[in-house]
């Protein structure tokens, strides 16, 4: 087999060739990864302030509903309608304040827990609430607001519009768990109780509010304006936020193939994992419906310190991994110039030494 013949000038030519080249491809992939890894890092950083952020508005909502509740629990209008017994006085005073505020419960109940009056559904009363984790701890008397799983009966007892609005059937959703039901009926809410007391330490009763926030959409919109800013990547919003039940999604501004809020999409196996199960914090890359993101996830909690949801934000990770791919390209595109000037120097350089040689032989 015939070896080719190549010149001094040419060995030499590829031999530094070879050393440029295999050194620019070894600083060019560390130099990707470096890239990436820096630019990844810092798009988490932001995610898990926003989430903080996202935290503000959450409790900043709970204790708006808790004033509500508490303020009007103080009225001695209430205490003298109560004391008398004017049910109709409750009825249309209570029914004002929760129009007025925008909650969707609020009911009465007397010293012992049981409804004397409930603004939505007025039909239903006298059952008793005293076994409620959060009205039972306002009779002792207490404020507080705390999220809680309402399951379907209670919803039917407030009226059936609520409970027709927790109702959810899953949709089918990529690396999320397979779970053996595939509908949730009951939902969770926002719900602040006080104790009525009055003057002489007396307790009449105590007061409860809340919001349902299955399929409303004021908190994760609030979350996303204030922090994300409407910010759109190649016609896509990049920043969404979410309230979970458990592993379902009811409370979202992340959106479907069609465009659409994806409530009744579940969040990933391994977030679940985390989250759910560990009750750890999960500040990753996550697949999120049907795309990839930087996100931040957290438990939220009960009354009981129990895990029954997820608060989530996330922003797209395209935006970031292109910003790396066009670096690398603009490096990549320099260092090829540069390699081709120093080809040039080369082989002037060559020249200057292959010349003495020549004469010499």
Same mark, same amino acid.
Request: glycine share 6%; net charge neutral.
């Given at each position: 087999?015939?070896?080719?013949?190549?010149?001094?000038?040419?060995?030499?030519?590829?031999?530094?060739?070879?050393?440029?080249?295999?050194?620019?491809?070894?600083?060019?992939?560390?130099?990707?990864?470096?890239?990436?890894?820096?630019?990844?890092?810092?798009?988490?950083?932001?995610?898990?302030?926003?989430?903080?952020?996202?935290?503000?508005?959450?409790?900043?909502?709970?204790?708006?509903?808790?004033?509500?509740?508490?303020?009007?629990?103080?009225?001695?209008?209430?205490?003298?309608?109560?004391?008398?017994?004017?049910?109709?006085?409750?009825l249309r005073y209570l029914n004002r304040v929760r129009n007025d505020?925008?909650?969707?419960?609020?009911?009465?109940?007397?010293?012992?827990?049981?409804?004397?009056?409930?603004?939505?559904?007025?039909?239903?009363?006298g059952d008793d609430q005293s076994g409620d984790e959060i009205v039972?701890?306002?009779?002792?008397?207490?404020?507080?607001?705390?999220?809680?799983?309402?399951?379907?009966?209670?919803?039917?007892?407030?009226?059936?519009?609520?409970?027709?609005?927790?109702?959810?059937?899953?949709?089918?959703?990529?690396?999320?768990?397979?779970?053996?039901?595939?509908?949730?009926?009951?939902?969770?809410?926002?719900?602040?109780?006080?104790?009525?007391?009055?003057?002489? #330490? +007396?307790?009449? /009763?105590? $007061? &409860?509010? =809340?919001? *349902?926030?299955?399929?409303?959409?004021?908190?994760?919109? %609030? @979350?996303?304006?204030?922090?994300?800013?409407e910010e759109k990547y190649k016609g896509v919003e990049t920043g969404?936020?979410?309230?979970?039940?458990?592993?379902?999604?009811?409370?979202?501004?992340?959106?479907?193939?069609?465009?659409?809020?994806?409530?009744?999409?579940?969040?990933?196996?391994?977030?679940?994992?985390?989250?759910?199960?560990?009750?750890?914090?999960?500040?990753?890359?996550?697949?999120?419906?049907?795309?990839?993101?930087?996100?931040?996830?957290?438990?939220?909690?009960?009354?009981? #310190? +129990?895990?029954? /949801?997820? $608060? &989530?934000? =996330?922003? *797209?990770?395209?935006?970031?991994?292109?910003?790396?791919? %066009? @670096?690398?390209?603009?490096?990549?595109?320099?260092?090829?110039?540069?390699?081709?000037?120093?080809?040039?120097?080369?082989?002037?350089?060559?020249?200057?030494?292959?010349?003495?040689?020549?004469?010499?032989?």
């Amino acid at each position: 087999m015939h070896t080719p013949h190549f010149s001094l000038r040419t060995k030499l030519i590829i031999s530094f060739l070879v050393v440029i080249v295999i050194g620019g491809l070894i600083s060019l992939t560390f130099g990707q990864r470096l890239i990436r890894k820096v630019l990844i890092a810092q798009a988490q950083a932001k995610v898990n302030h926003d989430l903080a952020s996202a935290w503000m508005v959450f409790n900043e909502r709970l204790n708006a509903i808790k004033d509500i509740v508490s303020l009007t629990a103080a009225r001695e209008s209430l205490h003298e309608a109560i004391r008398n017994n004017r049910t109709d006085i409750l009825l249309r005073y209570l029914n004002r304040v929760r129009n007025d505020y925008g909650l969707d419960i609020l009911t009465l109940t007397d010293s012992r827990g049981r409804v004397i009056t409930r603004t939505r559904n007025p039909e239903v009363e006298g059952d008793d609430q005293s076994g409620d984790e959060i009205v039972s701890w306002a009779l002792q008397p207490n404020i507080l607001a705390y999220l809680q799983i309402v399951p379907r009966e209670e919803l039917l007892k407030e009226g059936a519009d609520l409970a027709e609005q927790a109702y959810m059937e899953f949709i089918p959703t990529p690396m999320a768990t397979p779970r053996p039901e595939n509908k949730e009926t009951s939902g969770l809410m926002l719900k602040a109780a006080a104790s009525v007391i009055y003057e002489n #330490d +007396e307790l009449l /009763g105590v $007061l &409860y509010g =809340g919001i *349902l926030l299955n399929r409303k959409y004021e908190i994760v919109d %609030r @979350v996303k304006e204030i922090v994300f800013k409407e910010e759109k990547y190649k016609g896509v919003e990049t920043g969404t936020a979410t309230i979970f039940q458990g592993d379902l999604r009811i409370s979202t501004n992340v959106t479907d193939a069609q465009g659409k809020r994806a409530i009744g999409t579940r969040v990933s196996e391994e977030v679940k994992k985390a989250v759910l199960d560990e009750g750890k914090s999960w500040n990753d890359r996550a697949f999120v419906v049907k795309d990839w993101y930087i996100t931040a996830y957290e438990p939220i909690k009960n009354i009981k #310190d +129990e895990i029954i /949801g997820i $608060l &989530y934000v =996330g922003t *797209l990770e395209k935006p970031y991994i292109d910003t790396a791919n %066009r @670096v690398m390209l603009t490096f990549t595109i320099l260092a090829s110039l540069c390699v081709i000037f120093l080809l040039v120097i080369l082989y002037f350089s060559t020249t200057k030494i292959i010349k003495p040689l020549q004469r010499m032989v």
